[in-house]
């Protein structure tokens, strides 16, 4: 399977699909995963507040035991939450131990939370730890404009990676824009719109078109615009069909018509969260 690398700005190959493991819990986890990297993915997304780097962490390392991949391979991605700001440090070696790993490819601060008023003492603790060695890449979700250009300039940090609710229903081209122009990767979380997008009459017949599933062309909409998808699935079929999106084209129209389908976000707002 030949999945695409996007480079990071700071140097790092990132494979351009990843598989999500949010609600992905208990008994779902560890064999979704396993499958996953035994199909061929090898970005692997989780997040402590996901409940299941342990999981994650163990399907890991079994997949390189069982040669399925090696570790070099594989980028391994978690997520510091809104709770534990005030020290990074911390927060990133119970994830790693949780996890069992020696090292993680890409640690994100998971929210802004502006209303703590301190991602920027976080993302400083998180550039920290990187200077270490156990973690590769930094970066942020959720951030919007302003918390992105105001972390810029007080911590003198780029974040690697912007990860954001983002599918044809909520595209963010403004964000992307801006994404873009500071040299940050935007990566897509709910890259399906978890689901609701599947069946609108557009998607369903240019999949037709393609002779690919609905799943398939939207997260094709997202590897040509220069995205990173993270798709979830815990049905082996499902994950195989995520990854088999590199054989077929959009067209320039067709894009622009999933683009169109433009229906809102489906989780909380960035400024807002948490209340
Ligand atoms: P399931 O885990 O039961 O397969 P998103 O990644 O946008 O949040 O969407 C995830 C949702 O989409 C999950 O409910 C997942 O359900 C479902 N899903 C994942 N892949 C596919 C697919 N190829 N076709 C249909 N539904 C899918």
Redesign the pocket.
């Known amino acids: 399977m030949n999945i695409p690398s996007i480079t990071l700005n700071d140097g790092t190959p990132m494979p351009q699909l990843g598989f999500?493991t949010?609600?992905?819990v208990d008994e779902q986890c560890y064999p979704a995963v396993r499958k996953a990297i035994e199909l061929g993915y090898r970005h692997i997304d989780t997040a402590a507040i996901y409940g299941n780097e342990e999981e994650v962490g163990r399907a890991v390392r079994d997949a390189i035991a069982a040669g399925d991949a090696t570790r070099d391979e594989l980028f391994i991605v978690t997520k510091l939450w809104n709770n534990q700001h005030h020290e990074p440090e911390v927060a990133f070696q119970q994830s790693l131990a949780r996890l069992g790993l020696d090292y993680i490819d890409l640690y994100l601060l998971h929210w802004p939370c502006p209303k703590q008023q301190q991602y920027i003492s976080a993302f400083e603790g998180m550039a920290h730890i990187q200077g270490l060695g156990t973690v590769q890449s930094i970066g942020v979700c959720n951030f919007y404009p302003a918390a992105l250009i105001e972390l810029i300039e007080k911590t003198g940090v780029v974040p690697a990676v912007n990860q954001i609710e983002l599918?044809p229903g909520f595209p963010q081209f403004e964000l992307q824009k801006l994404d873009k122009e500071l040299g940050i990767i935007t990566e897509s979380?709910?890259?399906?719109?978890?689901?609701k997008i599947?069946a609108e009459p557009t998607t369903v017949r240019i999949a037709q078109v393609h002779g690919k599933?609905?799943?398939?062309v939207i997260l094709r909409w997202h590897i040509q615009q220069g995205l990173v998808p993270?798709?979830?699935?815990?049905?082996n079929d499902?994950i195989a069909?995520?990854l088999n999106i590199f054989d077929f084209q959009l067209t320039e129209a067709e894009i622009a018509e999933l683009s169109a389908l433009d229906s809102g976000r489906i989780g909380p707002d960035p400024m807002e969260f948490p209340e």
């Open positions: 999500g949010w609600q992905l599918h979380w709910s890259p399906l719109g978890q689901g599947l599933t609905p799943a398939q993270l798709p979830k699935s815990a049905h499902r069909e995520n």
